[in-house]
């Protein structure tokens, strides 16, 4: 009888280390679902700068000319990277190696990132590149800005000489013209520390 219940336990208990999973494997689970979830409200971020930005920046051409537009992006552009990080929480910036906003300079994680980036702004899916993971105990995302035609106006190798003008005047230390469209521009750069519980 004792010998009957101890084979009984032990055929549950081999039956549930079968089944169940371990805690190294419901770490790992949740692990999973955090990194899913974060690297949604990061993309679901890029993707409202990225939109924004396009509408004001199309906007400020059509009403003020290519010139005009570069003192209008000089203003929007911070002021809405500002209110996104004020909305979500996290930093929300834009980036690159070479940069027209001395303030947009990268720090290392950032480098290392627009580097990898720059080898492959697409994906095999042809989408823009990301770079994510957790350094210093913050989330980190980015994602790359491929340079396309409407770019070239400001940021390509033959700038007419009233924009040239208007970018030297607002950015005597610019770095950012010589382009051609499918090069990384930059990227979009999402960060917010784990300790805020996201
Ligand atoms: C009307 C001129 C103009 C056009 C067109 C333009 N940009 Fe810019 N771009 C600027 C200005 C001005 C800044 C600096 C904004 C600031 O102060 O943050 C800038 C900054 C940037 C930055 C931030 C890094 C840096 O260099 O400071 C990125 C990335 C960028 N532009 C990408 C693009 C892309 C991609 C396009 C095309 C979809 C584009 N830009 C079209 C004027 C322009």
Redesign the pocket.
């Known amino acids: 009888m004792v010998i009957r219940v101890l084979l009984l336990l032990l055929a549950g208990l081999a039956a549930g280390c079968a089944t169940a999973p371990g805690p190294a494997r419901v770490e790992d689970e949740a692990q999973r679902l955090d990194e899913a979830k974060r690297l949604a409200d990061a993309r679901a971020l890029a993707d409202r700068f990225q939109a924004e930005l ?1 509408e004001a ?1 199309q906007a400020a ?1 059509a009403a003020d000319g ?1 010139a005009g ?2 003192t209008a ?2 203003a929007i ?2 002021a809405l990277a500002e209110r996104l990080s004020e909305e979500s929480g996290a930093t929300v910036r ?3 190696l070479r ?3 001395p303030a ?1 300079a990268p720090d290392a994680f950032e480098r290392g990132a627009l580097v990898r980036l720059a080898e492959a702004p697409l994906d095999a899916a042809g989408r823009p590149a990301e770079v994510h993971g957790v350094e210093a105990g913050r989330w980190r995302y980015l994602r790359a ?1 491929p ?2 035609g ?2 070239l ?3 390509g190798e033959a700038i007419a000489p009233d924009v040239r003008a208007a ?1 030297a005047e ?2 005597p230390a610019d770095a ?1 013209t010589g382009f051609r469209e499918g090069e990384l ?2 990227a979009f750069s999402i960060s917010w520390p784990l300790s805020s519980g996201r």
């Open positions: 396009m920046l051409i290519t537009a570069v992006c000089s552009a911070p834009r980036t690159a940069v027209r906003n947009s800005i340079t396309r409407v770019c106006q400001c940021h970018i607002a950015y950012a521009r930059g």
